[in-house]
C-alpha cells in the first residue's frame, strides 16, 4: 500500500471518529461512554463535577506542560552547543560540570531532609521483596501479575535452568521423578536456610507436627530416628490451615510468608520428606501495572481496554478465560489467605499483590479528547485524573479485593526531568485530589529516577515530593538512552556491553539509593532497582540478582511470576535492612562528577569488526521488537536477540538502541549504507526468527509496504532529533497506520 493512499485512509477516520462535547472538551465517545457508564458509578462524583474538573485540569496545566518541555529542548540545545565546541577534545569534565550549573540544568543542593510520606501500606514501608511490571493491557498477564504474591517454589525450579534440562533430568509432557527429586532436595536446602530446624535438616524429617502447648499452637517435626526437632526460632511459626489429609503451615522470615503444605497422599508428598507436596513462597508483594513502556495504546480502543482493565483490577472484578493443556477454566483474583493462628484465632494474610499504576510521561499527547481548540491534550493529565479514579473505586470498604488497607492510591510516574517537573507533578496530583474529594497526598508517587537531569538532581527531586513518595527505582534502561542522547554530539559513544561498565553507572545506582536512604526511606518507602531481562535465564538471575539487595534496595523488577518466586529466595537469604543499617553508617560522598561522566570513546578505539557486530546487533533488536509493536500493538515482549537468547524487550530498550546507532552515525563510526545495508539483512534474520509465528507479517519481502521497516528506518535516521531520544511518536503513528490499513 502506497502511503498516500494511507494517509487517506487516516484522514477518512479522523473524520469518522465521533466526539461527544464535554464542558469545553471534544471527548472519544468510547472513552466519553467509559468514564460515563463504568466508572462515574463506581464513584461519588456526578458526571458534571467529573468532566468540568478535567477541562479545568486541561486549561490549567496544559501551558505549564508546554513550559517545561520547552524547557527540556532548550537545555539540550545549550548542551548540544557546549558538545559542539567540545566534540573530540580532551574536555575537563570540572568545566562540563559548571556549565551545566550555568545554564541551570544542574541546582543547588538544599539543606538535608526527611520524607514525610504517610499512610503507607506495609508491602512498601516495610517488606523488601521482588515487584513485578506488567502491561495492564494483557488482563491475563495482569491477573497472573496480581496473583504472583504467592508462587510454587516446587513448580518455579522445576520449570526454570536452575536444574539442566538434559540426561536424567530433561523436562518431557509426564512428570519426571529424578527432576522432581531435585526441586526437594533444592527446596529443602531452603527451608534449613530460612526456617532451619534444632541439630536437624528438614531432609531428615519423618512427619511435622503440630503441639499444644498450654494453649499455644507449637511447630515440631518428628525425625526418621523418631527424635524430636523444634524450629531454631519459634516466633517464625504464626499458623496453620487444614482440609482433610492436607495440612499447611505458615511462617514469616526476613518479613515473608513461607507455606509447607503437607499432604501424604499427594505423588509429590508421598515421596518428599515430611510429605511436603509443596512449598508456597509469598513472592511478588507488589505489582506495577503498566499504562507507559510496556503496552502499545494508540488510540481509545487501546486506551480504554487498559483503563477498564485498571478500574476492575480495583474493584476485583476482572476475569478473563484460560486454555491450558486442552482444558478451558476462568481466572480472576486470588481472595486473601485464611489461617488460625498459634492461640487458636482466625487470621487472613493478603493474597494479592499491592498494585501501582504506571502513568505515561509528561511529553506524551493523546488525540481522544481534544481541547477547545481541537488540539490533542497531555496524555500524562488524562491519565493521572483516570487512573486514580479507578483507584478510587475499588476503595469502598465492602470491597473484598481492596488495593489499600490504608486507603492510599499508588501511581509510578516515569521520564520527569528535574525537580520543576516533579513539582508540576505534585500541584496536579493535588488538583486530582481536590476533584475527587479526597484529603491531600492520598495519591502517592513512585519516582522513576531514570532521566539524566533527575538523577543529577535526585534529592531536589524528592524534596518536591516528600510528602507522597514512596519508592524510586533506577530505571536503567532509559537512563542510559537518556545517557547517549544528551551528549550525542561530544563524540561516540562505547559499544553497549561496556556502558554498564562506565563510572556514570555505578554511581548513577550508588546514588539513588543513598540518597533515598538520606531522605529517610527506610521503613516508609521503597528503594527500587531494575528489570532482569532474560526472562529464561534463571541459573544467571539466581547467580546475579542478589546485589542488588547488598546495595541496600529492597525490592527489584523481575517479568514473570516465575523469576519472582525464585527470586524471593534472595529476600530470604539476605535481609536488606541489615545492608541498609550498614549504609546509613557510610560517609556520605558528592557523586555527581562521576554521575555526569559521559560514556565517551574514540573511534580509534573502534575496531571495524566490532563496529559491525554492534551495528547488527542493535539493528536486530530494533527490528525484532518493532515489527510486534507495529503489526500486533505488542508493546512489551519476548524478543529473540541476534545469538537467540529471549530478552524482555520495551520501549527502553529500543530507545537505546536507536540512539546508539544514530550517534555512531553522526561520529562517522558507520555509514548510512552500512546501516541500511545492516537493515536489510536483519529484516531477514528476523523473519527467520518468527518463521514458526502464524501471524507474522515479514519485513524483508514487504520491505516496502511493511509499516514495520518504515518504522525502525525513521527510528534509527531520526534518532538525533527525536526529542530526548524518546521513540513513542515514530511508534504511535506507524501503529495507526496499521490499524487503518489492517481494518
Known amino acids: 500500500m502506497q502511503m498516500d493512499n494511507i494517509k487517506q485512509l487516516q484522514s477518512e477516520k479522523i473524520n ?136 510454587s517454589l516446587y513448580d518455579a525450579v522445576y520449570g526454570s535452568d536452575l536444574i539442566p534440562n538434559k540426561g536424567n533430568f530433561k523436562q518431557g509432557k509426564t512428570y519426571n521423578r529424578k527432576r522432581g527429586e531435585h526441586v526437594i532436595d533444592f527446596s529443602l536446602n531452603f527451608l534449613n536456610r530460612s526456617i532451619p530446624l534444632e541439630s536437624a535438616s528438614h531432609h531428615d524429617v519423618s512427619y511435622y507436627l503440630l503441639e499444644n502447648n498450654q494453649g499455644v499452637g507449637f511447630f515440631s517435626a518428628v525425625l526418621n530416628d523418631g527424635e524430636i526437632s523444634y524450629l531454631t526460632n519459634q516466633e517464625k511459626f504464626l499458623g496453620w490451615t487444614q482440609n482433610k489429609d492436607k495440612t499447611s503451615y505458615l511462617f514469616k522470615n526476613n518479613d515473608l510468608h513461607i507455606e509447607l503444605i503437607i499432604d501424604p497422599m499427594h505423588p509429590i508428598g508421598k515421596i518428599s520428606p515430611g510429605n511436603i507436596s509443596d512449598i508456597i513462597l509469598e513472592s511478588a508483594v507488589s505489582i506495577i501495572l503498566d499504562c507507559e513502556d510496556s503496552v502499545a495504546a494508540v488510540d481509545s480502543e487501546d486506551k480504554v481496554n487498559i483503563y477498564r482493565n485498571c478500574l476492575e483490577l480495583m474493584l476485583g472484578t476482572l476475569s478473563t478465560e484460560i486454555e491450558k493443556s486442552g482444558l478451558s477454566f476462568t481466572r480472576s483474583l486470588n481472595t486473601d489467605r485464611i489461617y488460625i493462628s498459634k492461640k487458636y484465632k482466625e487470621f487472613s494474610v493478603k493474597g494479592r499483590a499491592l498494585m501501582f499504576t504506571r502513568n505515561v510521561g509528561s511529553h506524551m499527547k493523546t488525540d481522544i479528547v481534544l481541547n477547545q481548540k481541537k488540539e490533542p491534550i497531555y496524555e500524562g493529565l488524562l491519565d493521572a485524573i483516570i487512573t486514580s479514579g479507578c483507584s478510587l473505586a475499588g476503595m469502598k470498604d465492602s470491597n473484598q479485593f481492596i488495593n489499600s488497607a490504608n486507603k492510599s492510591i499508588y501511581i509510578v510516574k516515569p521520564k520527569l526531568h528535574g525537580p520543576d517537573e516533579c513539582s508540576f507533578f505534585n500541584e496536579l496530583l493535588f488538583e486530582i485530589e481536590s476533584l475527587f474529594d479526597l484529603p491531600a497526598n492520598t495519591i502517592k508517587v513512585g519516582l522513576m529516577d531514570e532521566e539524566r537531569r533527575t538523577s543529577s538532581n535526585l534529592k531536589e527531586c524528592i524534596r518536591k515530593l516528600q510528602h507522597r513518595i514512596v519508592f524510586i527505582n533506577t530505571g536503567f534502561l532509559d537512563r542510559t538512552g537518556d545517557e547517549i542522547h544528551t551528549n550525542m554530539r561530544l563524540g561516540p559513544v562505547v559499544v553497549k556491553d561496556k556502558i554498564k561498565e562506565d563510572i ?217 532529533n527525536s526529542p530526548n531520544g524518546y521513540t513513542e511518536e515514530i511508534l504511535h503513528k506507524y501503529r495507526k497506520l496499521e490499524k487503518i490499513r489492517s481494518n
Not at 523 to 546: H, L, S, V
Not at 566 to 591: C, G, M
Not at 642 to 667: G, P, V, Y
Request: charged share 20%; net charge neutral.
Open 16 to 151: 469518522q471518529t465521533e466526539f461527544v462535547i464535554q464542558h469545553d472538551l471534544f471527548v472519544d465517545k468510547y472513552l466519553s461512554k467509559f468514564i460515563d457508564k463504568e466508572l462515574l458509578p463506581n464513584l461519588s462524583i456526578t458526571s458534571e463535577k467529573f468532566w468540568l474538573g478535567l477541562s479545568s485540569i486541561v486549561e490549567k496545566f496544559s501551558p505549564l506542560n508546554f513550559f517545561l518541555l520547552e524547557q527540556r529542548d532548550l537545555l539540550q540545545k545549550k548542551i548540544d552547543d557546549w558538545c559542539n565546541e567540545n566534540a573530540n577534545s580532551e574536555y575537563v569534565i570540572e568545566d562540563y560540570i559548571l556549565q551545566l550549573k550555568d545554564m541551570g540544568y544542574l541546582l543547588p543542593e538544599g539543606k538535608p531532609f526527611k520524607i514525610k510520606t504517610s499512610n503507607v501500606d506495609p508491602e512498601v514501608s516495610r517488606t523488601a521483596a521482588p515487584q513485578l511490571v506488567v502491561p495492564v493491557s494483557n488482563a491475563r498477564f495482569a491477573l497472573n501479575a496480581c496473583n504472583a504474591r504467592w508462587g
Open 504 to 720: 556514570w553507572y555505578s554511581s548513577y545506582e550508588k546514588n539513588n539509593v543513598s540518597t533515598a536512604i538520606n531522605c529517610g526511606f527506610i521503613g516508609r518507602a521503597q528503594i527500587g532497582k531494575g528489570m532482569w531481562a532474560k526472562p529464561d535465564e534463571y541459573k544467571e538471575m539466581m547467580e546475579t540478582k542478589f546485589h542488588q539487595l547488598q546495595s541496600g534496595a529492597s525490592c527489584a523488577w523481575v517479568p514473570s511470576p516465575t523469576a519472582a518466586t525464585l527470586h524471593a529466595i534472595h529476600y530470604h537469604d539476605y535481609y536488606v535492612r541489615e545492608f541498609q543499617n550498614q549504609l546509613t553508617l557510610r560517609k556520605n560522598e558528592s557523586l555527581i562528577k562521576s554521575i555526569l561522566s559521559p560514556s565517551i570513546t574514540s573511534k580509534e578505539s573502534l575496531d571495524i569488526s566490532g563496529i559491525q557486530k554492534e551495528l547488527d546487533s542493535n539493528v536486530q533488536s530494533i527490528l525484532g521488537y518493532v515489527v510486534h509493536w507495529i503489526n500486533s500493538g505488542v508493546g512489551c515482549s519476548k524478543v529473540l536477540d541476534i545469538k537467540n537468547i529471549f530478552l524482555m524487550e520495551d520501549r527502553a530498550t529500543l530507545r537505546i538502541s536507536c540512539q546508539h546507532i544514530a550517534n555512531w552515525l553522526l561520529h562517522g563510526i558507520c555509514s548510512k549504507d552500512q546501516v541500511i545495508d545492516s537493515l536489510l539483512r536483519m529484516a531477514s534474520y528476523v523473519d527467520d526468527q518468527n518463521i514458526n509465528n502464524t501471524y507474522y507479517i515479514k519485513l524483508k519481502t514487504n520491505k516496502e509496504n511493511s509499516l514495520a521497516y518504515r518504522a525502525a528506518y525513521e527510528l534509527i535516521f531520526n534518532g538525533c
